[in-house]
């Protein structure tokens, strides 16, 4: 606890023509401020930041159909190639992300909260800097080519907040501080991402903000604005999942949605407290290995992957997005059995330490438990109930209620399912508390931070 500060001393008040003097200095100082060069620079700065973290995104967001799409043909062509090249592009994204690029790791989330919790540049290096956001987005190009289940949000979130924290510094003190423009970054980067501006603002307050108050200043709505504005300029007024008119109504919706915002937030938090567990290390022979030969047990779990896409017919490669769209559309059908498949790579992949994120996977995991509890209701409105579980399953494993159903609000441009998307989210957290007390990348912020402070000290130790 940091002691309490001393009392003021109130300062005598200046008499008459002092008074003065002092009113006019400082009616000079602030006057006009529009007019100041120096102050128009930062914002021409700032404003430049958030482009090009919105241009990034984009790009990135490009890469990645580009890249799902190659290994799609691949797989089309000769589905067993996938027990040579996931096994091996696992592996290679492993030792390449842990020799050159630790910082570019796992989800990119708990980097960036970790950053914005420590006053140590040095830390702040290590975990943000532009050559991990370039590093970072190759790195996730390549899972997604080897047919890792992984997303581009958590690499997205890293690269937003790396972008604006390279304008951080004195002078940029006056627009925000470090962390201001962290979360702004944070903020941008899901919104260029996905195109959901409003779940950008909602995630920066709510996930980047959890345990800092949020200072209601413009930064996180400018760069969003900005980014947001870059997606526009390239890819168009565009929705993620397309359009999805289905709603549900009362009191027909009322199961629907106690069971997509129970069950998604008892498995989405038992599947969070998994997470959390594994980063811990596994137990026996397993957690040696992944110990002792982390690009061995990354091929490992490259051949777990493969060996699931084979059997479930290639539905689980990938972050899940064209059979979640396929299904809320009404043209495919999910099975039973991918819930628990898409659950198992996703897993794999967080296990192998490969860059990449489970945020747009989680969707596809929601999709599927959607798609279950559809066969357990008499309703015909099985694309809203699929919505409903995506909703209920990200709320439980992320613990950010609102920004999910926010998020897949703006994902599916369906402004008639607002309440009972407000209520699954609702429902979902509160059971999620119930099995998984942390957050989970706030549960997995703390160890980053710790390590990368320690390698900070360990380099200010060595001599020479």
């Known amino acids: 606890m940091e002691p309490p500060l001393p009392p ?40 430049g930041a958030a482009l090009l973290a919105g241009l990034i995104a984009i790009l990135f967001a490009i890469g990645a159909e580009l890249a799902i799409g190659a290994h799609a043909g691949l797989m089309s062509g000769a589905p067993w190639l996938t027990l040579i090249i996931a096994p091996g592009g696992f592996a290679l994204m492993a030792w390449l992300a842990r020799s050159w690029f630790p910082g570019a790791q ?10 914005m919790h420590s006053e140590d540049s ?20 390549g899972g997604l080519l080897s047919g890792a289940s992984i997303g581009r949000e958590g690499p997205s979130v890293q690269i937003g907040a790396s972008v604006m924290s390279m304008i951080a510094g004195k002078k940029t003190r006056r627009i925000a501080s470090s962390q201001d423009l962290m979360v702004a970054g944070s903020g941008a980067g899901i919104a260029a991402a ?12 709510e996930e980047m903000c959890r345990y800092r108050a949020f200072k209601a200043n413009s930064t996180t709505l400018i760069a969003v604005i900005f980014a947001g504005l870059m997606s526009l300029a390239v890819l168009g007024n565009y929705t993620y999942f397309g359009r999805t008119p289905a709603a549900v109504g009362w009191p027909d919706g009322l199961w629907p949605v106690l069971l997509c915002g129970a069950i998604g937030g008892l498995l989405g938090g038992g599947f969070s407290r998994l997470l959390i567990a594994s ?75 490969i860059p990449g994120g489970v945020f747009a996977p989680a969707l596809a995991v929601g999709a599927g438990l959607g798609t279950n ?14 919505v409903l579980g995506m909703v209920g399953f990200l709320a439980g494993m992320t613990q950010t209620p609102i920004t999910s159903f926010v998020i897949v609000m703006e994902m599916t441009a369906n402004h008639q399912m607002l309440l009972p998307l407000m209520a699954t989210a609702v429902i979902a957290h509160a059971f999620s508390r119930t099995v998984a007390p942390q957050p989970l990348y706030h549960a997995l912020a703390w160890p980053t931070l710790r390590k990368a402070e320690a390698e900070a000290n360990k380099r200010t130790d060595t001599p020479g």
């Open 8 to 47: 003021e001393t109130p300062s005598p008040r200046p008499a008459g023509g002092d008074a003065l003097r002092q009113l006019a200095r400082g009616s000079r100082r602030y006057a006009l401020p529009w007019i100041s060069l120096r102050r128009w620079t930062l914002r021409l700065k700032f404003v």
């Open 106 to 115: 796992g989800s990119g989330i708990p980097q960036a909260i970790a950053a």
């Open 122 to 141: 040095r830390v702040r290096k290590q975990l943000l800097s532009f050559k991990l956001a370039i590093a970072k987005v190759f790195l996730t190009l």
């Open 194 to 205: 996905f195109n959901t501006p409003l779940g950008g603002i909602m995630f920066a307050i």
């Open 279 to 353: 980063s811990r290390g596994l137990p026996g022979r397993l957690g040696e290995l992944s110990l002792t030969r982390p690009v061995a047990f990354a091929a490992l779990c490259g051949l777990g992957t493969a060996l699931i896409g084979l059997a479930t017919g290639g539905l689980t490669y990938g972050t899940g997005y064209a059979e979640s769209k396929a299904a809320l559309e009404g043209t495919a059908s999910l099975p039973v059995y991918f819930l628990l498949a898409k659950m198992a790579v996703i897993w794999l992949a967080f296990l192998s330490r």
């Open 373 to 386: 509890i559809a066969l357990l209701l008499p309703s015909d409105h099985g694309s809203a109930i699929l």
